[in-house]
């Protein structure tokens, strides 16, 4: 049977590079990422590995984008699609649920990948002027945004499911992304070691910290995120599928 | 219809069971793999960075691997705060310090399996539990990781795992290297022994003192040593005709007075017992009429010679040509890590060693420190012993590489080794006054005679860090390029893709 995912992915890719909105939420993310380069510069007093952990890792203008972006690109995938009709027109298509799953989640990650793109090229700035980041560095931190934003990417997706008003998604899905972020960082408070521990296996932060903006390829890591972004697409997918049983 | 309705609903809950369990059993497989991928056997960590600055040594992991009880790293830093060393940059050199021994800190923890946890305590956070511990251990000082095992606790102090050149009014204050993890391996070793290898300092033959902080002291290398998990004291042998013989390494630094043929004697006894020497002997001591010294030394198959060491290499004069540069350390398990890390010493008025005419032929001798070929051997003037630093073309002086450090191997006794100077483990060579690898080829050689060669493996990690320096106008460039024309060229990209939608 032949896949109807490259149509799909076009279908989707279309839909959010074509759109107005994008661009403004580009404008912003970029916006956004500039001022938090230039107080990296001024917080890592030159030294560029400390600069990059900044910019890439422990800023708090850094934490804002990776944690609103991915809803704001998700909220309206699947909802919207509900509200306006279209989505019935697309599963009442010869395809898989999980195709339209994929490709939403894969239209998104792209057009993800397009927004930070352009912070590339402050590397190539401060190359530029004489400095020269670590690329395992920069690799391995570009990852950690890879992954974090999958697995956000695709919680995001799973709550554009389950409603037809895309700002239930984005709240949800918001609320989702800050309580992941900030339970971990609050478990200590609670003293209690093994939850400590817990919250320091599934802390992103703690990823970020100990290891992505470090320079450090973690297995461990990198497989919570792919297995959570799998276990997000599995439901995503059956939350359409659930349409089905009604 | 009644039936066509009923078969479909039957056909729908089958799928929605089917579906459920689907999702149930990958989500179970998805968590086993998850569970599986995190613990320390299976899960892998690589260092990508170009420095490979957090990547742990064979023998760190087989240290953390036999762990048997808990330990505990405790992280008291405390970054200067004052504004001469934020000026200079001391304070931001700190502060890298710190967090670079915090970050490896968590690469053991990962790496133990969970036998070992970190606890990073702040001043401004945990005032009083530091409080507790200051007084418990009696800390002089902080900037400093205790290594707390079930029964023993092991300090590390941050001038142990990195090198800051301080800088100057002209240059700022940087890191020059990590090297955090052989003191820290070496730590955990100790406190994991039972009883730790014993180090005597002869004492009563004047020569720097451990409890001596001061210019010409060495406490400094001693509370390294003590940071390393040894148990250091002094011992005399005026009222004793014996080594202590619960010591396993004695170190003899610069006697200023005579050895005495029964001090000689002792310690020869000492080291046919098996037990380990450092010697570190300043050539322009003389030696007493009785030739103690030179004796015990001839009986080890050595020979030091009176010749200050000095160099007209470099802008130095007079007693500044005696603070001879050794970059060339031979291969041997004492200088691996500094001869990875292509460190220096410096030795300051030191003599050469070398082998003794009627040297037994199972003595071996293996050079470990060696000076540079310009190096001559400075003829002393009258009774203070010091020459006049000037290279006589005659040939009274000769310019060549000489030893500065040597390890004696023979079939039989304990392990030797002597250095040609005491006052290059002094306190004021063991800072920014003398080289890098100063500290360094003390420590490991004590560990060395101790028998702890796992604590001196641990490579030294070099630095790897870029700098960018903005003047105003660059700083200007980069804030219009970031902030205002790349989302500017965002939101033109927007204007286009709609311009050309719209036609």
Same mark, same amino acid.
């Given at each position: 049977?032949?896949?109807?995912?490259?149509?799909?992915?076009?279908?989707?890719?279309?839909?959010?590079?074509?759109?107005?909105?994008?661009?403004?939420?580009?404008?912003?993310?970029? @916006?956004?990422? %500039?001022?938090? !380069?230039? =107080?990296? #510069?001024?917080?890592?007093?030159?030294? &560029? $590995?400390?600069? /990059?952990?900044?910019? @890439?890792?422990? %800023?708090?203008? !850094?934490? =804002?984008? #990776?944690?609103?972006?991915?809803?704001? &690109? $998700?909220?309206? /995938?699947?909802?919207?699609?509900?509200?306006?009709?279209?989505?019935?027109?697309? #599963?009442?298509?010869?395809?898989?649920?999980?195709?339209?799953? /994929?490709?939403?989640?894969?239209?998104?990650?792209?057009?993800?990948?397009?927004?930070?793109?352009?912070?590339?090229?402050?590397?190539?700035?401060?190359?530029?002027?004489?400095?020269?980041?670590?690329?395992?560095?920069?690799?391995?931190?570009?990852?950690?945004?890879?992954?974090?934003?999958?697995?956000?990417?695709?919680?995001?997706?799973?709550?554009?499911?389950?409603?037809?008003?895309?700002?239930?998604?984005?709240?949800?899905?918001?609320?989702?992304?800050?309580?992941?972020?900030?339970?971990?960082?609050?478990?200590?408070?609670?003293?209690?070691?093994?939850?400590?521990?817990?919250?320091?296996?599934?802390?992103?932060?703690?990823?970020?910290?100990?290891?992505?903006?470090?320079?450090?390829?973690?297995?461990?890591?990198?497989?919570?995120?792919?297995?959570?972004?799998?276990?997000?697409?599995?439901?995503?997918?059956?939350?359409?599928?659930?349409?089905?049983?009604? | 219809?009644?039936?066509?309705?009923?078969?479909?609903?039957?056909?729908?809950?089958?799928?929605?069971?089917?579906?459920?369990?689907?999702?149930?059993?990958?989500?179970?497989?998805?968590?086993?793999?998850?569970?599986?991928?995190?613990?320390?056997?299976?899960?892998?960590?690589?260092?990508?960075?170009?420095?490979?600055?957090?990547?742990?040594?064979?023998?760190?992991?087989?240290?953390?691997?036999?762990?048997?009880?808990?330990?505990?790293?405790?992280?008291?830093?405390?970054?200067?705060?004052?504004?001469?060393?934020?000026?200079?940059?001391?304070?931001?050199?700190?502060?890298?310090?710190?967090?670079?021994?915090?970050?490896?800190?968590?690469?053991?923890?990962?790496?133990?399996?969970?036998?070992?946890?970190?606890?990073?305590?702040?001043?401004?956070?945990?005032?009083?539990?530091?409080?507790?511990?200051?007084?418990?251990?009696?800390?002089?000082?902080?900037?400093?990781?205790?290594?707390?095992?079930?029964?023993?606790?092991?300090?590390?102090?941050?001038?142990?795992?990195?090198?800051?050149?301080?800088?100057?009014?002209?240059?700022?204050?940087?890191?020059?290297?990590?090297?955090?993890?052989?003191?820290?391996?070496?730590?955990?070793?100790?406190?994991?022994?039972?009883?730790?290898?014993?180090?005597?300092?002869?004492?009563?033959?004047?020569?720097?003192?451990?409890?001596?902080?001061?210019?010409?002291?060495?406490?400094?290398?001693?509370?390294?040593?003590?940071?390393?998990?040894?148990?250091?004291?002094?011992?005399?042998?005026?009222?004793?005709?014996?080594?202590?013989?619960?010591?396993?390494?004695?170190?003899?630094?610069?006697?200023?007075?005579?050895?005495?043929?029964?001090?000689?004697?002792?310690?020869?006894?000492?080291?046919?017992?098996?037990?380990?020497?450092?010697?570190?002997?300043?050539?322009?001591?003389?030696?007493?009429?009785?030739?103690?010294?030179?004796?015990?030394?001839?009986?080890?198959?050595?020979?030091?010679?009176?010749?200050?060491?000095?160099?007209?290499?470099?802008?130095?004069?007079?007693?500044?040509?005696?603070?001879?540069?050794?970059?060339?350390?031979?291969?041997?398990?004492?200088?691996?890590?500094?001869?990875?890390?292509?460190?220096?010493?410096?030795?300051?008025?030191?003599?050469?060693?070398?082998?003794?005419?009627?040297?037994?032929?199972?003595?071996?001798?293996?050079?470990?420190?060696?000076?540079?070929?310009?190096?001559?051997?400075?003829?002393?003037?009258?009774?203070?012993?010091?020459?006049?630093?000037?290279?006589?073309?005659?040939?009274?002086?000769?310019?060549?590489?000489?030893?500065?450090?040597?390890?004696?191997?023979?079939?039989?006794?304990?392990?030797?080794?002597?250095?040609?100077?005491?006052?290059?483990?002094?306190?004021?060579?063991?800072?920014?006054?003398?080289?890098?690898?100063?500290?360094?080829?003390?420590?490991?050689?004590?560990?060395?005679?101790?028998?702890?060669?796992?604590?001196?493996?641990?490579?030294?990690?070099?630095?790897?860090?870029?700098?960018?320096?903005?003047?105003?106008?660059?700083?200007?460039?980069?804030?219009?390029?970031?902030?205002?024309?790349?989302?500017?060229?965002?939101?033109?990209?927007?204007?286009?893709?709609?311009?050309?939608?719209?036609?």
């Amino acid at each position: 049977m032949r896949t109807a995912l490259p149509p799909l992915l076009w279908r989707e890719l279309e839909s959010l590079f074509f759109s107005p909105l994008a661009y403004i939420v580009l404008t912003i993310f970029l @916006l956004l990422n %500039g001022v938090s !380069f230039g =107080v990296a #510069l001024q917080v890592g007093n030159g030294a &560029v $590995t400390d600069t /990059l952990a900044y910019f @890439l890792g422990s %800023g708090h203008l !850094f934490w =804002v984008v #990776l944690l609103i972006w991915p809803t704001l &690109v $998700t909220m309206r /995938l699947v909802a919207e699609e509900r509200r306006s009709g279209t989505l019935e027109m697309v #599963l009442t298509a010869p395809v898989r649920d999980g195709e339209v799953v /994929l490709a939403k989640y894969l239209g998104a990650m792209v057009f993800q990948a397009f927004l930070w793109a352009p912070t590339l090229t402050y590397i190539v700035i401060i190359r530029r002027y004489g400095a020269l980041p670590d690329p395992g560095q920069l690799f391995t931190a570009y990852l950690g945004i890879a992954s974090v934003t999958s697995l956000l990417t695709a919680a995001g997706l799973l709550f554009s499911t389950l409603t037809d008003n895309q700002i239930v998604a984005a709240v949800l899905s918001l609320v989702f992304n800050v309580l992941a972020f900030a339970l971990p960082a609050s478990a200590p408070l609670l003293g209690l070691p093994w939850l400590e521990q817990v919250a320091a296996a599934i802390s992103m932060q703690e990823h970020f910290v100990g290891s992505f903006s470090r320079g450090i390829l973690d297995t461990g890591v990198l497989t919570f995120y792919a297995a959570g972004t799998a276990v997000l697409l599995i439901v995503s997918t059956r939350s359409l599928e659930a349409r089905r049983w009604r | 219809m009644a039936m066509k309705g009923g078969f479909t609903r039957g056909r729908r809950a089958l799928e929605m069971v089917e579906g459920l369990g689907t999702t149930l059993a990958l989500l179970g497989l998805l968590v086993a793999l998850l569970y599986a991928v995190t613990r320390p056997a299976v899960r892998v960590r690589i260092d990508l960075t170009e420095g490979a600055t957090y990547e742990l040594g064979e023998q760190t992991l087989q240290v953390l691997g036999a762990l048997e009880e808990p330990i505990t790293f405790v992280s008291l830093m405390q970054p200067a705060t004052d504004a001469l060393a934020k000026a200079t940059g001391l304070a931001d050199a700190q502060v890298a310090a710190a967090r670079y021994v915090n970050a490896l800190m968590h690469e053991y923890v990962l790496a133990s399996g969970g036998r070992a946890r970190l606890e990073v305590l702040r001043p401004d956070r945990h005032p009083e539990q530091i409080r507790a511990l200051v007084d418990q251990l009696h800390l002089t000082r902080l900037n400093l990781v205790l290594v707390r095992g079930p029964t023993r606790t092991v300090l590390v102090f941050l001038d142990e795992m990195v090198t800051i050149d301080p800088g100057d009014e002209d240059l700022q204050a940087e890191l020059v290297d990590l090297r955090a993890e052989a003191p820290l391996t070496s730590a955990l070793l100790s406190v994991r022994a039972e009883v730790p290898p014993r180090v005597g300092f002869l004492i009563g033959k004047g020569g720097p003192q451990i409890d001596d902080f001061g210019e010409f002291g060495v406490g400094l290398f001693a509370e390294s040593l003590r940071g390393q998990g040894l148990d250091i004291s002094t011992f005399d042998l005026f009222e004793r005709a014996e080594v202590p013989p619960e010591l396993d390494v004695v170190v003899v630094l610069g006697p200023t007075q005579p050895l005495g043929s029964a001090a000689a004697t002792a310690l020869l006894d000492f080291h046919a017992d098996g037990g380990a020497l450092l010697l570190g002997l300043d050539p322009e001591q003389p030696e007493a009429e009785d030739g103690s010294l030179e004796g015990l030394l001839a009986q080890l198959g050595l020979v030091r010679s009176k010749g200050i060491l000095a160099t007209d290499v470099g802008l130095g004069v007079g007693f500044a040509r005696g603070l001879v540069p050794v970059r060339t350390f031979a291969p041997h398990e004492i200088t691996a890590p500094i001869r990875r890390q292509r460190l220096f010493a410096r030795f300051p008025l030191a003599g050469a060693i070398g082998r003794h005419p009627s040297a037994a032929a199972d003595v071996v001798l293996e050079p470990i420190a060696l000076s540079e070929a310009d190096v001559w051997a400075d003829r002393p003037v009258g009774e203070q012993g010091f020459g006049d630093f000037t290279f006589s073309e005659d040939d009274s002086e000769l310019r060549g590489a000489r030893w500065l450090g040597v390890v004696v191997e023979a079939d039989e006794g304990g392990r030797v080794v002597v250095f040609g100077s005491s006052r290059f483990l002094g306190n004021q060579y063991l800072g920014s006054g003398g080289g890098q690898a100063n500290s360094d080829l003390g420590i490991h050689t004590v560990n060395w005679l101790a028998n702890r060669s796992d604590a001196i493996a641990p490579r030294v990690r070099s630095i790897y860090e870029s700098k960018v320096e903005l003047y105003e106008a660059e700083t200007h460039e980069v804030f219009v390029y970031t902030v205002l024309l790349l989302p500017l060229g965002g939101l033109l990209l927007g204007l286009a893709v709609w311009f050309v939608r719209r036609r």
